[in-house]
């Protein structure tokens, strides 16, 4: 017996059905939301760029190792995107003569790496990509940090549930050269064996730094770095400009976020990519089930020189990667899928009735939900509003509780009545769903006893039924699927019959 094609997806990537896109979705709102709100504007760029671009701004490990590269049809060498601040310097630097020199730019794209797929770390992957682009020095560096503790605020995470660890490469050097005692010309070599550090055995990592030709008096040095304060490490090298600029940035960090300072100095945070100047940093799970880095970013000068020698222009940023980000979420219950309530309606349809009618009623059930939202709106805003005068709280409710109780949307059984503040207040923080969805059953041919199974498989809450009888009486009837409860509705206004 012959096989079909394998439904597995290429190794290292993920399906998304409609509920985990919901999530995904919802997830990716709230982070937009965040960034927007500090003046950073959507962009995108292409799934394609020219191989030689990441050879030239993306490091060994991701040009030679981990690119997708093939040659197209015009014989070009091509790679599929891995990371997205090369194609951010060429758009840039494509631009740089038309827009304001100081860009705030973010985007949320796909990309691919070809390494072994691992828990936090796939082939295909997605990412939040913010970059302030034109703007050098601590202060700028600093708002890239508040605006990744906005993404945390947005979801109410707290102090005990993250970290932001901040280093500096200009530091970094000063303190391999002048402390350790390495050669400048062995500091990148160093420093890429330092971001392994926490993925490896320390046998493995010190065997790592000897082979690159570093003592064991060195290598002693380097750890006795590893568990030094800032300030002692600082004190000790009085002319680092790195060390300056660092100190900056959390003095800073203690200014603004005061006793919410999620900013803390750690020397093993590098970051593995070849274009990082100054301000590195990577923000972790206190979870110790997810241990990768939830995203990073950090400074990086001569942004577009690739492009347009000799022009001086900077930047700094940080990428969001999805699947760390969401395993935050999920492990904290910061943002759950039962939150994510999505209420599905359908309308039922009769074949001795035409279709169009059904379309028309379906779109008039859709108009009653703005209807319905306008009336939970204006609980909200009397429950704020006169919340210290429980009598005019009480007519107030009174005089929508009527408009609401009408509608389509709300459902006696599940939502009891407003007459009373106790039951508003249950009804606004617990029942009120997030998300509706009217659908037409879209096959006149099939009978309502079969429309109601596909209802119960498709998990829809309503089905809307208006047959010959319903149509006479002139009103339809709404039956839930959990309860088997039929309510007669007004074909004219679909208020409650």
């Not at 671009?53 to 070009?76: M, N, P």
């Not at 037409?440 to 009978?447: E, G, Q």
Request: aromatic letters at 12%; one cysteine or more.
């Amino acid at each position: 017996m012959s096989q079909g094609t394998s439904t597995n997806s290429y190794p290292g990537t993920r399906d998304f059905y409609p509920k985990e896109m919901r999530f995904r979705s919802h997830m990716f709102s709230l982070i937009e939301s965040a960034i927007s709100s500090f003046s950073y504007e959507k962009m995108s760029g292409p799934l394609l760029e020219s191989f030689e671009i990441y050879a030239a701004k993306s490091g060994e490990e991701i040009a030679e190792k981990q690119l997708y590269v093939f040659s197209d049809k015009g014989d070009r060498r091509v790679a599929i995107r891995p990371e997205f601040t090369p194609t951010l310097a060429r758009m840039y630097a494509a631009k740089m003569n038309e827009i304001a020199p100081i860009q705030r730019w973010y985007s949320i794209e796909n990309f691919m790496r070809y390494e072994r797929p691992q828990k936090g770390r796939l082939r295909e992957f997605h990412q939040v990509n913010v970059d302030l682009i034109g703007a050098k020095g601590a202060f700028a560096d600093f708002e890239l940090l508040k605006v990744a503790q906005s993404v945390f605020s947005i979801f109410e995470a707290t102090l005990d549930m993250y970290e932001i660890r901040v280093n500096h490469r200009g530091f970094i050097k000063d303190v391999l050269v002048d402390i350790v005692g390495i050669k400048e010309e062995m500091v990148d070599t160093i420093a890429k064996i330092m971001d392994k550090k926490d993925k490896i055995s320390k046998e493995k990592f010190v065997e790592m730094l000897e082979q690159e030709g570093l003592n064991p008096e060195q290598v002693n040095k380097l750890y006795e770095v590893f568990d030094q304060e800032f300030s002692i490490l600082k004190d000790k090298l009085p002319e680092s400009v790195g060390a300056k600029e660092l100190d900056e940035i959390l003095e800073l960090s203690k200014t603004v976020f005061k006793e919410q300072n999620p900013i803390r100095y750690d020397f093993s945070i590098v970051r593995g990519l070849a274009y990082y100047t100054g301000l590195v940093f990577e923000s972790y799970d206190k979870n110790p089930e997810n241990t990768r880095a939830l995203f990073g970013g950090g400074r990086y000068d001569n942004l577009v020189n690739l492009f347009n020698k000799n022009s001086n222009i900077s930047g700094v940023g940080f990428a969001i990667g999805d699947v760390t980000f969401e395993a935050f979420l999920r492990g904290h219950g910061l943002l759950k899928d039962e939150d994510l309530i999505l209420e599905k309606h359908m309308m039922a349809i009769d074949n001795t009735i035409p279709l169009a009618f059904f379309h028309s009623a379906s779109d008039n059930i859709k108009e009653m939900e703005n209807l319905f939202m306008d009336c939970v709106t204006m609980m909200e805003n009397i429950v704020l509003s006169h919340a210290a005068d429980k009598e005019l709280m009480k007519d107030s409710i009174s005089k929508v509780s009527g408009l609401l109780e009408k509608n389509p949307f709300f459902d006696k059984e599940r939502d009891g009545t407003m007459a009373y503040e106790q039951d508003l207040l249950a009804f606004l923080t617990g029942t009120k769903p997030k998300n509706y969805i009217v659908e037409v059953y879209p096959d006149s041919s099939i009978p309502l006893g079969k429309q109601l199974q596909y209802a119960n498989k498709a998990g829809v809450k309503y089905v809307w039924i208006c047959g010959d009888p319903e149509l006479k009486k002139g009103m339809i009837k709404r039956k839930s699927m959990d309860t088997g409860t039929e309510v007669e509705f007004d074909l004219a206004t679909f208020e409650l019959y």
